[in-house]
C-alpha cells in the first residue's frame, strides 16, 4: 500500500534514517526503499555497532540496497533532503544540528525529550523544518483532538487518568503518546500539564487532587503501543482508546512528513500540521 495519497512530487527527495538498526529504523528503511515518494540516500548508527560498514539490506537479512550502514553522519546528512530519526534524545540533538547546517527536514520521532534537549531543537528550528510527534500514527493524532473535546466538555467530577502499555525494551515513562494525550486534556480543561500531572502513585498516595490527570505505564512482551485515557466519574466512565499492531503506522507517519515538509521554511511542526487535524 502507498505511504501517501493525493501527493504529487516530481522528484523523490533523497532521505537519511538514523539508528538504521533499531525497530522503528528497520521497519523505516523497508517502506523507504518501497516508497514512489522518498529514496534512501543515508542509514546511520552509532559508533561501534556491527552493522556500520555493511549494506542496509543484508544486514536486514535481504537482498541489498546500495546504501552502507554508517557513523559518519556529517557526511550522510549534508547529502539529505530529509533526515528520520527515531534514537535517542542527546542523539537527536546532534542529528538536529547537523540537519539544520544541511537545510533539510527533520523529521524526529525519539521520545523522552526533557526541557534542555527542546531548548536544542528551537534552536536548530531556526534554519530549517523540524517535525516533531510522539506518536505519528494518523489514529492516536485523532485520538489527540477527541481528548482535548471531552476533556474541555466535562468538568473537574470527572477524573482524567492516562494509561499505557508498551513492550519490555521500552525505556521511556510516560510514552511520548501518554503525553500528547495528557497535554489535550489538559488544554481542553484551559490548563498547563505540568500543573495537573500525577506521574506516579506509591504508598499513602492521600485521595485523589480534583482535577489532576494521573499517568500508569505497564511495560512487558512486545507490545507495541496501548493507550487509554478515561474520564472517570461518579456511576459512569468514558474510555478512549488507542491500539496500534504494527509499527508501520508510526513509519508511515514519519515518512508522509518528511515529504510534506519538502516546501516549508523553518520552524517546529508536528502531526497535526501535517495531517491536516490543526483547530
Ligand atoms: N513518535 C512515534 O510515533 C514513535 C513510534 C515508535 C517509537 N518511537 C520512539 O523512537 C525511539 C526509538 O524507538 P525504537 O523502538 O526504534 O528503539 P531501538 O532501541 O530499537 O532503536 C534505537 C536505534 O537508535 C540507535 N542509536 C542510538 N544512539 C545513536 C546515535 N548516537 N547515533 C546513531 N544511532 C543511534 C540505536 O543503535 C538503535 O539502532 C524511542 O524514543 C521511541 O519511544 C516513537
Ligand atoms: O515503542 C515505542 O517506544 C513507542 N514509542 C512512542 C511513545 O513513546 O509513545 C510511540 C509508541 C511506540
Not at 547529502?79 to 535517542?88: E, G, H, K, L
Not at 540533538?93 to 527533520?106: C, I, K, N, P, S
Not at 510527534?133 to 467530577?157: C, E, F, H, I, Q
Not at 498516595?205 to 489532576?212: D, K, L
Amino acid at each position: 500500500m502507498s505511504d501517501l495519497q493525493n501527493t504529487d512530487q516530481p522528484q523523490r527527495p533523497g532521505v537519511v534514517v538514523t539508528g538504521a538498526s533499531g525497530r522503528m529504523g528497520q521497519m523505516l528503511i523497508r517502506l523507504i526503499l518501497d516508497s514512489d515518494h522518498l529514496r534512501l540516500v543515508g542509514a546511520l548508527d552509532r559508533a561501534g555497532h556491527d552493522w556500520i560498514g555493511q549494506d542496509i539490506g543484508t544486514a536486514m537479512g535481504g537482498a541489498p540496497a546500495g546504501v552502507t550502514v554508517s557513523d559518519d553522519a556529517v557526511t550522510a546528512i549534508a547529502q539529505a533532503q530529509a533526515v528520520i530519526d527515531f534514537t535517542s534524545p542527546d542523539a537527536t540533538v546532534a542529528f538536529a544540528e547537523l540537519t539544520a547546517q544541511a537545510r533539510a527536514v527533520h523529521v524526529i520521532g525519539t521520545t523522552g525529550l526533557e526541557q534542555r534537549h527542546l531548548d536544542a531543537l528551537a534552536a536548530a528550528a531556526r534554519h530549517a523544518p523540524i517535525i516533531r510527534a510522539g506518536n505519528m500514527s494518523l489514529g492516536v493524532n485523532l485520538l489527540v483532538g477527541l481528548t482535548r473535546k471531552v476533556a474541555a466538555a466535562l468538568g473537574t467530577d470527572w477524573d482524567i487518568e492516562v494509561v499505557e502499555s508498551h513492550h519490555r525494551h521500552k525505556v521511556d515513562a510516560p510514552s511520548g503518546t501518554a503525553l500528547m494525550l495528557g497535554e489535550a486534556a489538559a488544554q481542553g480543561r484551559g490548563a498547563a500539564l505540568d500543573d495537573l500531572r500525577v506521574p506516579v502513585r506509591d504508598g499513602i498516595t492521600g485521595a485523589r487532587a480534583p482535577g489532576s490527570i494521573g499517568f500508569s505505564a505497564i511495560r512487558g512482551g512486545d507490545v507495541v503501543g496501548e493507550h487509554d485515557v478515561i474520564f472517570a466519574a461518579d456511576g459512569e466512565r468514558i474510555v478512549l482508546r488507542h491500539l496500534a499492531t504494527d509499527r508501520a503506522i508510526f513509519a508511515r507517519g514519519a515518512i508522509r512528513a518528511a515529504v510534506w515538509g519538502q516546501d516549508k521554511g523553518p520552524g517546529q511542526y508536528d502531526m497535526m500540521d501535517v495531517l491536516g487535524l490543526q483547530g
